[in-house]
């Protein structure tokens, strides 16, 4: 997508950047006076705010002597507000038929997200709407309306699963406020009613202290009235009740610093365990998501490619039916694939592949080991042109070192020529080691 940026930082969606092969076009018209341009990828075009996988940015060319270049600040919607499900499309129309038009996959997709961001809760008439507006557009296409009606109905569709969406996230979001100021409210009012229970306490102790006082007062009175008629056993009763209340004062401290140990010790007891217990949480948490992705990174490889799972990481195999024959170019067929594998991988960046080249057993070790070695090279160079990182990618070969069958049968033979794009990272919780030291 298309979008002009202004000073203050309003983006502004001018439209969709088809790609006829490696050329795009697109004229647009906007009331900014002075913006930036950006490319950024999308779900679909009737997004209303840029996602931060920005592809593009305009510069003033280098030849240009007069104008000023501003920098302006611009928010970016983080990764997963618009792909929050990569869950497969199971539609016939979607899965098999090749000529449906983008705008009808853009369509599907945008009611998808609409649903997952709880459109049917907080937007749920327009998300009908949009249900609607969807399935006419399909039953333009399968009735073969023309292009042009089914791109329109199509784009009408993703239009208002868009509003939906932004209606539900706002609603969500004021929920969320709403949810989060009665918690406080209700933690100041604990708070408050906590304080004062404190003070009832603390008057309280004050008051039963005072009486204490005063009958201690009145104790030595009356032992002073009796002073006269047995002065020594006033005295001796005096001593005994000062201390008694040293006694009973210490009595109370040490049980009230015992009691508040008990407390402290309890309660790091109680954030130990929540802590550990949360702590597991996590960590079984991130092991399942780890197998989720690695489950959904298999299906979508292996509609591209032969791929199975090992302890090295995701394994898909390109036969070399993909290649010319003793050759190391790639057919058409194998590039449209490697462009599919590449869309897929791109979107998980933590991801690392290593490209392994084989041969049978026909030929020279050295032509053998340079084919493999060639074919490797040629499959990372190609996954590189497609925006792979270089440092997320390398290439072995292996010659005829490891065959996956025998070489004494022309089939065996066909099955050990093959490169072997092997998938790991963290993120899928496996870690590819090769077997042979040659890389290209």
Do not use: C
């Amino acid at each position: 997508m298309v979008w002009a940026v202004s000073p203050e930082g309003r983006a502004v969606n001018l439209g969709e950047l088809a790609l006829d092969h490696s050329n795009a076009h697109l004229k647009a018209i906007t009331d900014l006076q002075t913006f930036g341009l950006i490319v950024t990828a999308e779900p679909y075009s009737a997004v209303s705010q840029p996602g931060n996988m920005v592809v593009m940015e305009s510069v003033v060319p280098a030849n240009v002597a007069q104008g000023e270049e501003i920098s302006a600040k611009y928010e970016l919607v983080g990764r997963g507000t618009y792909s929050a499900s990569n869950e497969h499309i199971q539609n016939a129309i979607f899965g098999i038929d090749r000529t449906t038009p983008l705008e009808l996959f853009e369509a599907r997709n945008a009611l998808r997200i609409a649903h997952i961001a709880a459109g049917d809760k907080y937007a749920n008439s327009i998300l009908a709407k949009a249900d609607g507006q969807l399935k006419q557009a399909e039953d333009a296409y399968r009735q073969k309306q023309g292009k042009t009606a089914v791109e329109s109905a199509a784009r009408e569709t993703a239009q208002t699963a868009e509003e939906a969406r932004v209606m539900a996230v706002k609603q969500r979001a004021e929920d969320e406020a709403q949810a989060k100021s009665a918690a406080e409210k209700k933690a100041a009012e604990e708070r408050e009613a906590k304080a004062r229970a404190d003070a009832d306490a603390e008057s309280k102790r004050r008051a039963d202290a005072e009486e204490a006082t005063k009958q201690a007062q009145a104790a030595k009175a009356e032992a002073e009235r009796m002073k006269a008629e047995a002065e020594q056993a006033a005295q001796q009763a005096a001593q005994a009740a000062e201390e008694a209340g040293r006694q009973k004062q210490e009595a109370e401290k040490a049980k009230a610093e015992a009691l508040a140990q008990q407390h402290a010790l309890a309660e790091q007891t109680a954030k130990a365990q929540q802590a550990a217990a949360q702590s597991e949480q996590l960590r079984q948490q991130a092991e399942k998501e780890k197998q989720e992705l690695r489950s959904r990174l298999l299906q979508q490889l292996n509609s591209i490619l032969a791929t199975h799972d090992s302890a090295r990481g995701l394994i898909a195999s390109m036969s070399d039916v993909l290649f010319k024959t003793g050759s190391f170019e790639l057919l058409p067929g194998a590039r449209e694939r490697l462009a599919k594998i590449s869309g897929i991988v791109l979107a998980y960046p933590s991801l690392h592949l290593q490209v392994e080249g084989h041969t049978d057993s026909v030929g020279t070790d050295d032509y053998n080991q340079q084919l493999s070695e060639k074919r490797a090279g040629t499959v990372r160079d190609y996954l590189v042109q497609q925006g792979i990182s270089t440092d997320a990618i390398e290439a072995r070969g292996f010659g005829k070192t490891e065959p996956v069958a025998s070489n004494d049968s022309p089939e065996g033979r066909q099955q050990n020529r093959r490169v072997e794009m092997v998938i790991s990272g963290d993120a899928i919780g496996a870690s590819a080691k090769a077997t042979t030291p040659l890389q290209q």
